[in-house]
Structure formats: C-alpha cells, structure tokens
C-alpha cells in the first residue's frame, strides 16, 4: 500500500500539532509495511527530497502566505502525486485541504481525510475564510472515502451532521509519545533560560490567538505567584497578535522561542505544571505530552480538552481569566495527579497506527 500525506508543512521538528501527529504516525506505519511519502512545503524544510525513519518526504513549491500558503500547496501537491507519486491513497490533513478531496478523486485516487479540528472556529479566520474551511469539512466527507477524527465529541457531532456519510467517519485520537522524558536528565533544560526543576510554568503552542496566551499572561501576573511562566513557541507569520504578545515579556513572563528534542522533553519534564488555555484545538497533542511526561496539567474546558478525561481540578472556564489566576494561586490544594498508564494506553501511537492502517485497508476494498 502506497500512502501520500497532503496537507502538513512538512517533518521531522516542524511546529504543528498536524506535523507533530505525521511524525509520530507515519514512521510506525512504514514499519507495519505501508509506503508513505509526504509532500511538505518548500518553505519549512531545507531539503528537496530526503527520508526520516522511512518516510520519504518530498519538498513541492509553496508560498508562504497566511491565507493562500495552504490552498495553492494543496492544489499543486494533488497534481503532484497524481503525475509523479501514483499513490493508493491520497492522505489529507485538515479541513482546509480538504475542500480538494473532489479534485483528488476527480484524477482517480481514494482518499482519506484526517480532520484535525473545527478550524472554522479559529479566531484568526475572517467570516469568508470561516465559511470556506467549513465547504472544506463538507467536501472531505461527502467526497472522502475514509474521515478520520481525532475528537471523540467531534465524531459525534459530525456523525450526526451528516448522516448519509456517518459510517465512513471513524474517531482516531492522536497520541502521546510512551514516557519519552524517562532519561532526561534536567540537564536538558535550556541553560540559556535560567530555569529551576519544578520551579517554573510552561506553556507550548503558536503564537495566535486561539492559543489564549494572552489570556494566561493576564492570569499569571494576577495570580502573583513567584514561578516564571514560560512560553515555547514561536509565529509563523509574524502578525500583530504575535508582536503585541512578544512585547509582554519580562524577567518573569520568558518566551522561550522554538525548541525541539531533548530540550523541548526537559522543558515538559520539570515544568511545576502546564497550561493550556486555548480557545480551538483538534485533540492537543502538548497536553498529551505533558501528561506523558508526568506533569500535572491546566487546561481550558473546551470540548477537545474535555476529551481527555483529566481530573475536574485540571479544567477551569474558557477565557476566564480570574478563574485561571485563582487555579495557579492554589495549584497545592488542586487534585491534578493523573494516572498515567491509563493515558498511555489510551492514546498510544503504535494502536492509533495500526487503527488508521486498518482504516486505511478498507479503503482500498
């Protein structure tokens, strides 16, 4: 079985819950004897044509643009695979690039559709941007062969919506990486940021609005608590958002850029506890990691967050600012200790690999 994923920016160590669910994913896929190439776009990889873990990942052209980066790449990449790749399946991620599911199966290949989220809700997107992903979501499913969802209260809410469609769409979480953090030694932590073990708040996203990041500033200063915040993460296109968050820095409120490997594990190993505000999310790959990694985690109550089943003490109101102040006041007296078997049975990635291979099979009946 020969599989072309569409639709990321590209792997390995490209910033994305999208990128850092392919990178888990597709190597464990290979390894149960599936060909995977990956179309990434040009601008986020440094190679025209290399191979990670088994995985062929070949860079086609893209412009890097905040509103036209994704469709022209998808459009150009589906013409691509169709001439040179001639994959069984076509593998699309996103809503976005699901809106060419037609266009694919037009020039005669299968697809299947992992939707990574309602980015309709996404604050960034204009009105007409919003209603364009949404014709996405619908042309996945209608046009799809296969959809994979990686919300459980999503799958639901989809089956329901569109029921004529319901038995092709299939609840697929993404994962968490099995206590990847056990050699790291605090060492790892970034130097260059002058952190202490358990002494510290971490945050890890984009830098965009929907990540609440605002929000947990807001909170932090409120709380008065002494721990610094910490904030992993960089913009993709600097923006206005990203500038005015990038200018709350301080002594005490560090954004820590990017960082990959064993930095990034260390970061999440020895943070007294991470935080999640955000507003949209598909099924947060970061809270996974951090429950992985064995920290106690705060997260907001939207549905995607609430698909993990954490304790009731790790949620509080989205956007409410006080109440998050109030839960990193008094993080002693929260109930936030979780136990972490269950989550890595759970949300293994060896299963979700063999399940979205499975899923993969029946496409091809």
Known sequence: MKICAIGLRGIPDVMGGIESHCQQLYPKMVQQ?????VLARSPYVNQKRYNFEGVEVISVWA????????????FIAIIYARLFVKPDIVHLHAIGPALFTPLARLLGMKVMVTHHGADYDRQKWSTFAKKVLRFGEKMGIVFGNKILIVGRTL???LKTQYPRDSEKIEYVPNGMQPKFVESISDSFIPADLKLQPFNYVLAVGRLVPEKGFDDLIRAYKSSEISEPLVIVGDADHKDEYASLLLSKKSDKVIFA???TGNQLHALFKYAKVFVLPSYHEGLPIVALEAISAGTPVLLSDISPNMDIEAKSDSYFPVGDVNALALKLASLEKLDLKLEQESF????DWVNIAKITHYFAKDVMK
Do not use: A, N, Y
């Open 344 to 347: 890595l049975e759970r949300f």
């Open 257 to 259: 850029g990017r960082r």
């Open 63 to 74: 412009l890097r643009h905040k509103l036209l980066e994704t469709f022209l790449h998808t």
């Open 33 to 37: 004897g599936v060909q995977v190439t």
């Open 155 to 157: 799958t639901k809410q």
